[in-house]
Structure formats: structure tokens, C-alpha cells
């Protein structure tokens, strides 16, 4: 079966320091892989998507960036945290490869982000 | 664009009353599937449901159904006999197929469910 790990859980860092967020996919080859944010009270945010290693597209403009250096590994950085940059970040996959065709999204435990 | 609406923010019911989460969608493409998940306290998003545009047949899991109306632009939860373990949010989400796309997620709905 398939299974999405990410880590760190929980990281408290104070503004200025760097990021980075690593996301594993077991079981799978190829996999859809996807960063979403969701800020404290509100829905999720598309931040970035991979559909290759180091295929990365990216949907807001802002101070971080990802990687994909292999197969099943999503990696979110950041160089200087900004406070606005707290909150709870999920990491998702798909088996559909490209274009969405039907296959269910799912998504790791999070990771909870809180700059200081 | 696409839309998700989930018009109730927070919900509370008393255990064993049915509850129905709205969803309203708009997207002009006719090709798409709409999601529900769950989110519990611990922060992840567990997968609940995903029906695609040309199926409008309503789905019953165990104490939860959906409700799909295309002519309204609706896909309604309803979980029946709630149950404390139910207390999360949930969140409507729309994806269009064919496209290397997002997921369009509402504001999501919290459900508090009491003794």
C-alpha cells in the first residue's frame, strides 16, 4: 500500500532563519506531488506541484521554493522565514501522472509552522 | 476560475442528530471531480469521498452520505446519528480533469458535536 510521510511535525523558527520541509512517498512511482498551506481559521492554498523530479510549478509568488530530487521526495524551503509564513503545511500525492484524470489525492499529517 | 462555497462556518449538534454539510461548486468546465475530506484535531486531511461530473448518483458509507446535484451545483454531506468522534472540519474541494491542477478547497466547515 501507499503511504505519505512528512517531517518535521511541529518547528518553531524565528523570523530570518531558513526552512526546509521534506515530504516522502512509499509505494508509488511517478507520483503527482503537491505543497498546500493552510493559514490559521482559512481553507487550503495550493503552493506548489511536481509532476517529475525537478518539474516544479509554482502557484503564489512568496519567499519559498521546492524541490523534487528523486522520484518520491517533495522538499518546501525557504532561505528567511517571514512571519506570514506560519501555518500548517501539507504535502500530497497522486497516482495520476500530468493532468488529473480521477485517482484520489491524498495528504501526509502535516507540518505545523509557527515563526516567532 | 473554479469555486468551492461552504457557506457554514461552525456547526453544533448534540450526538445521535443527523447533520448535512453544504457544498457549492462553480466551474464552467464539464469534466471535474469534487472531494470531501476530513479534518480531525491532529491536522490531517483524511479522505472522505471523490465523485466525478457524470456520476450523480448519491453514495451512503456506514453513517455518512452525499448528496450530488449538478443542477445546483451541490455536493451535500450528511452524516446521520452523530457521534462526538464526528467533531472535525470538513472541506469541499473541486479539481478539474485533464489538467495538471489544484485542488479548489472551500473554508471548510467545523463540526462540533456534544454529549
Known amino acids: 500500500s501507499q503511504t505519505i510521510h512528512q517531517w518535521p511535525a511541529t518547528l518553531v523558527q524565528p523570523v530570518g532563519s531558513p526552512l526546509s520541509l521534506e515530504c516522502t512517498v512509499e509505494?508509488?512511482?511517478?507520483?503527482?506531488l503537491y505543497w498546500y498551506r493552510q493559514a490559521a481559521g482559512r481553507g487550503l492554498q495550493l503552493l506548489f506541484y511536481s509532476v517529475g523530479i525537478g518539474q516544479i510549478s509554482s502557484e503564489v509568488p512568496q519567499n519559498l521554493s521546492a524541490s523534487r530530487p528523486q522520484d518520491r521526495q517533495f522538499i518546501l524551503s525557504s532561505k528567511k522565514l517571514l512571519l506570514s509564513d506560519s501555518g500548517f503545511y501539507l504535502c500530497?500525492?497522486?497516482?495520476?501522472?500530468?493532468?488529473?484524470?480521477?485517482?484520489?489525492?491524498?495528504f501526509g499529517e502535516g507540518s505545523w509552522l509557527t515563526v516567532v | 476560475a473554479q469555486k468551492v462555497t461552504q457557506a457554514q462556518t461552525e456547526i453544533s449538534v448534540v450526538e445521535k442528530e443527523d447533520v448535512t454539510l453544504d457544498c457549492v461548486y462553480e466551474?464552467?468546465?464539464?469534466?471535474?471531480?469534487l472531494f470531501w475530506y476530513k479534518q480531525p484535531p491532529s491536522g490531517e486531511l483524511v479522505f472522505l469521498i471523490r465523485r466525478n461530473s457524470f456520476d450523480e448518483q448519491n453514495e451512503i458509507s456506514g453513517r455518512y452520505s452525499w448528496n450530488f446535484q449538478k443542477s445546483t451545483s451541490s455536493f451535500n454531506f450528511t452524516i446521520t446519528a452523530s457521534q462526538v468522534v464526528d467533531s472535525a472540519v470538513y472541506f469541499c474541494a473541486l479539481i478539474l480533469t485533464g489538467t495538471a491542477s489544484k485542488l479548489t478547497f472551500g473554508t471548510g466547515t467545523r463540526l462540533q458535536v456534544t454529549l
Open positions: 509505494g508509488t512511482s511517478n507520483p503527482n
Open positions: 500530497a500525492w497522486t497516482r495520476d501522472r500530468d493532468t488529473f484524470s480521477g485517482n484520489t489525492i491524498y
Open positions: 466551474t464552467r468546465d464539464t469534466t471535474y471531480y
